[in-house]
């Protein structure tokens, strides 16, 4: 088992940052896959950035040049720096941590909520 805790939300104005954290604990060995999604209100849950073991990160258009994610693998931590935030991102944030390899080893947290004011 994998547990996954997000922490970081909160409200900011139009312009400002904001930097998200995942703290990941438990059987990690088997994890190769991590990345952040999030859930605006009234729609579904959508792909942010992520980075597999050894690949790229890859980022969502929307927020390409603006979101950055990072990884201290001594701390189990993975991050997401927001910069010039807009109220489009306003959503809840999800971390997600998977095997690319296994279906059933496939982790998420509990969300940090995001909220960009205009």
């Known amino acids: 088992q994998v547990q996954l805790v997000e922490s970081g939300g909160g409200l900011v104005q139009a312009g400002g940052s904001l930097t998200l954290s995942c703290v990941v604990s438990?059987?990690?060995?088997?994890?190769?896959?991590m990345g952040w999604y999030r859930r605006a209100p009234g729609t579904s849950r959508e792909w942010v950035a992520s980075?597999?073991?050894?690949?790229?990160?890859n980022y969502a258009d929307s927020v390409k040049g603006r979101f950055t994610l990072s990884r201290d693998n001594a701390k189990n931590t993975m991050y997401l720096q927001m910069n010039s935030l807009k109220p489009d991102d306003t959503a809840v944030y999800y971390c997600?941590?998977?095997?690319?390899?296994?279906?059933?080893?496939?982790?998420w947290g509990q969300g940090t909520r995001v909220t960009v004011s205009s």
């Open positions: 438990g059987s990690i060995n088997s994890i190769n896959f």
């Open positions: 997600r941590a998977r095997n690319l390899l296994s279906s059933s080893d496939d982790y």
């Open positions: 980075s597999a073991n050894g690949a790229q990160t």
